[in-house]
C-alpha cells in the first residue's frame, strides 16, 4: 500500500494566519489526492480533489498544490470553522489510504 | 439534498457477525460508485470496500474474505455484511459516495458514522 506521511500532527494558529500542511506519498501518485476535514463527532467534509481542485461550494481561502510524492494544504487568512483535523488521501491503487491527520489547534 | 444514513450498529462478539445498512436519498445507489470507510483512534481513517455501478467490488486486504458489499436498487441503500468479525474490527464505519471516472477514489458524501464494537 501506498504510505501517506502528513506534518506536522499538531498545529496552534491564530485566526487570520496562513497555515500549510504537507502530505507525502510514499510513491508517486501523480496528483490523485484529495484533502478533507474532519471535526470531532463528525464525518469527512471533502475540501480539494486532484491535488488542487477545489469541490464545490469550499471557500476559496482553501488551496491545494503538488505532484507526485509531494503535496501541501493551505489555509489562508484562517478563520474559527477552520479549526479542525484535516486528513489527504491517495486514490491513484488500490487500497486507498489516508494520512494519519493534522489538527489545527487555536493558539 | 444527497443525504447517507448509518444504522445496524452495535455490539458484538469476536468470531460474530453483523450487517451495517447506509440508506441513501438525493440520488441513485444503482448508478454510482459506494464505499465503506472506517475509523480509529489507533489506525485513523482506513477504506473498507467499494462497489462499483456494474456491481464489481473490491475490498481492503484486512476484509478480504469475511466482509461484502452490497446494495438494493429497490431500497436505495448499500450494506456490509461482517463474518468473523474481530476485535480490531471495532470502529466506526462510514458509507460514503465516491465521484465517477478518475477520480472514483474521492468521497464526495459521507454518512454520519456508526460504531460497531467487537468485544467479548
Known amino acids: 500500500d501506498v504510505q501517506m506521511t502528513q506534518s506536522p500532527s499538531t498545529l496552534s494558529a491564530s485566526i487570520g494566519d496562513r497555515v500549510t500542511i504537507t502530505c507525502r506519498a510514499s510513491?508517486?501518485?501523480?496528483?490523485?489526492l484529495a484533502w478533507y476535514q474532519q471535526k470531532p463527532g463528525k464525518a469527512p467534509k471533502l475540501l480539494i480533489y486532484?491535488?488542487?481542485t477545489l469541490e464545490s461550494g469550499v471557500p476559496s481561502r482553501f488551496s491545494g498544490s503538488g505532484s507526485e510524492t509531494e503535496f501541501t494544504l493551505t489555509i489562508s487568512n484562517l478563520q474559527p470553522d477552520d479549526f479542525a483535523s484535516y486528513y489527504c488521501?491517495?486514490?491513484?491503487?488500490?487500497?486507498?489510504?489516508f494520512g494519519r491527520g493534522t489538527k489545527v489547534e487555536i493558539k | 439534498e444527497v443525504r447517507l444514513v448509518e444504522s445496524g450498529g452495535g455490539l458484538v462478539q469476536p468470531g460474530g457477525s453483523l450487517r451495517v445498512s447506509c440508506a441513501a436519498s438525493?440520488?441513485?445507489?444503482?448508478?454510482?460508485?459506494m464505499s465503506w470507510v472506517r475509523q480509529t483512534p489507533e489506525k485513523g481513517l482506513e477504506w473498507v470496500s467499494i462497489?462499483?455501478?456494474?456491481?464489481?467490488?473490491y475490498y481492503a486486504d484486512s476484509v478480504k474474505g469475511r466482509f461484502t458489499i452490497s446494495r438494493d436498487n429497490s431500497r436505495n441503500t448499500l450494506y456490509l455484511q461482517m463474518k468473523r468479525l474481530r476485535v480490531q474490527d471495532t470502529a466506526v464505519y462510514y458509507c460514503?459516495?465516491?465521484?465517477?471516472?478518475?477520480?472514483?477514489?474521492?468521497?464526495?458524501?459521507w454518512g454520519q458514522g456508526i460504531l460497531v464494537t467487537v468485544s467479548s
Open positions: 460514503a459516495r465516491n465521484y465517477g471516472g478518475n477520480s472514483r477514489g474521492v468521497f464526495d458524501y
Open positions: 438525493g440520488f441513485n445507489v444503482s448508478t454510482s460508485y
Open positions: 462497489i462499483y455501478r456494474g456491481g464489481n467490488a
Open positions: 510513491q508517486s501518485i501523480s496528483s490523485w
Open positions: 486532484e491535488s488542487s
Open positions: 488521501q491517495q486514490y491513484s491503487t488500490y487500497s486507498w489510504t
